[in-house]
């Protein structure tokens, strides 16, 4: 029996170690596979959107898509990237919410923490924090957050209920998600679900469409779109790193694997008297007022 904290150790080890390959070599790649170019985390960004990102920044990224091209962020928003890795999502989104706006990384590994700020200090921007801490329980008052972005990061949970009941809390009434994250296609065969070396290869925790769409409903979130970014090959679990792991638990030599990278939105309702801080006792320290506009860009995603 896998429990929650065994898959949180693996995962929280995986990613040590991808900072650690960063910072003494310069290498990683997305869910971790080895040195190799990963189909999945490469070209997700724009060489102009990569422009005066230190290198590290980039070489560390290991998402699924470009929450940032598709969240419609704006000056002086708040934004939260949930399990921000390296940082680069983070660095992103700080530009495009300016010296009034403010951008936090929260990740729950101490290597990826140190790399991040070593990144920030690099790229010299003081818009940013990151912040230590699990998405299950995100170290940030109620109503705080404009806008929640995350990088093939919400798969790796064990409770996805707990995270989507947390982004609600701290995102303000009418703020929004955009995660690029992966699903299932279908059922994930159980030996695969309680695979740990799959479950931190961003496969084995990921959830179907509709029960994604129906945690997020559960957590209090409207507006849930679900676009698909890339369905994913044998050929792309291969490159990925995870063709082993899919052979051995019985996705085999399908042309399709059965996952895909999406880009997942929602917003959290304006409910009339319904709102205010006390929800969960981390009271909100400044109200936070922006514009809520649906019209994200789809971008280059790849995914993870
Ligand atoms: C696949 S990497 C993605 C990193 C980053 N979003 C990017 O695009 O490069 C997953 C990151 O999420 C962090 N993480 C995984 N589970 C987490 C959790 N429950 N709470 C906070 N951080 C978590 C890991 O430490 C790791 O840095």
Not at 71 to 86: I, Y
Not at 151 to 159: A, E, F, H, I, T
Not at 287 to 294: G, M
Request: proline share 5%; glycine share 12%; charged share 25%.
């Amino acid at each position: 029996m896998t429990t929650e904290r065994e898959i949180k150790e693996t995962v929280r080890e995986r990613y040590a170690e991808s900072a650690r390959k960063v910072t003494t070599s310069g290498e990683t790649s997305c869910c971790d596979s080895g040195p190799t170019e990963n189909v999945i985390s490469s070209k997700l960004y724009t060489t102009d959107e990569l422009q005066g990102l230190p290198q590290d920044a980039v070489v560390a990224s290991l998402g699924c898509g470009n929450p940032v091209a598709m969240a419609d962020l704006h000056e002086g928003d708040v934004v939260l990237d949930l399990g921000s890795g390296g940082g680069i999502d983070v660095l992103l989104s700080a530009r495009r919410v300016g010296p009034t706006g403010k951008a936090y990384g929260l990740d729950m590994t101490d290597e990826m923490l140190e790399l991040a700020r070593e990144n920030q200090r690099k790229a010299g921007v003081t818009n940013v924090e990151f912040l230590k801490g699990e998405m299950e329980d995100m170290p940030l008052p109620d109503g705080s957050v404009d806008v929640i972005i995350s990088n093939c990061v919400v798969n790796l949970s064990p409770d996805k209920d707990k995270v989507f009941k947390e982004a609600n809390r701290v995102l303000r009434p009418g703020g929004r998600l955009a995660i690029a994250d992966i699903v299932a296609r279908g059922d994930v065969p159980q030996d695969l679900r309680r695979s740990l070396e799959a479950w931190a290869g961003c496969v084995a925790g990921a959830l179907e469409e509709g029960e994604y769409r129906s945690k997020l409903e559960s957590a209090g979130f409207t507006g849930i779109e679900i676009e698909s970014l890339r369905e994913y090959t044998a050929a792309d679990a291969e490159g990925a790193g995870l063709g082993d792991v899919l052979q051995k638990y019985g996705k085999k030599g399908a042309e399709q694997v059965g996952f895909a990278s999406v880009i997942v939105r929602a917003v959290r309702p304006v409910l009339s008297g319904a709102e205010g801080p006390g929800r969960s006792g981390k009271a909100a320290e400044t109200p936070v007022v922006a514009t809520v506009s649906e019209s994200a860009e789809p971008g280059p995603g790849r995914c993870c």
